[in-house]
C-alpha cells in the first residue's frame, strides 16, 4: 500500500524559493561567461526540488516499510519498530509536512514521515508487521 506525503504550503514554497536563491547565486557565473555552469546548476536544483515534491512517499508491504524520498530511500522492517508517535519537529525528513509521524524502529532509530492518512498509514503497518 502506498501513501503519498502531506505537502504543506510553506514547504513547497520554501522548497521553490531555495531553487529561486540557487538561481541568483549562479548570476556570477553568467556575468563570468560561464554559462555552462549557470545552466547545470541551475537545472539540477530545478530537478531535485520536482523529484522530491513527485517522489517523496511511503510503502508498506509485507513485512517492510519503504520510505522514499527524491534520490533518498530507506527499508525498515515493520518488526523492528517499537513506536509510533505524532510530532511536529522541524528536523529534515523525508517528510514535506510538519504533521508528522515520529516512527522510532531497531533499537534508538527514528525516522519522520507524514503521510497524508496518517490513521490508514499506522493501521497498513499494525496489519503487516
Partial sequence: ?????????????????S????S?????AVATGNLTVSVVISIAS?????????ATYYRVDDGELTIVSGP??????LTSIESIEPS???LAAPALSLDRLEIRYGGGRSVLVS????AA????IRVRG
Fill in 1 to 17: 500500500m502506498v501513501f503519498r506525503s502531506r505537502q504543506d504550503g510553506w514547504v513547497v514554497a520554501l522548497l521553490i524559493a
Fill in 19 to 22: 531553487v529561486a536563491l540557487g
Fill in 24 to 28: 541568483v547565486a549562479v548570476i556570477p
Fill in 46 to 54: 530545478v530537478a531535485l526540488v520536482i523529484w522530491l515534491l513527485m
Fill in 72 to 77: 533518498l530511500s530507506w527499508r525498515i522492517d
Fill in 88 to 90: 511536529r519537529s522541524v
Fill in 115 to 118: 503521510p497524508d492518512d496518517q
Fill in 121 to 124: 498509514f499506522i493501521a497498513a
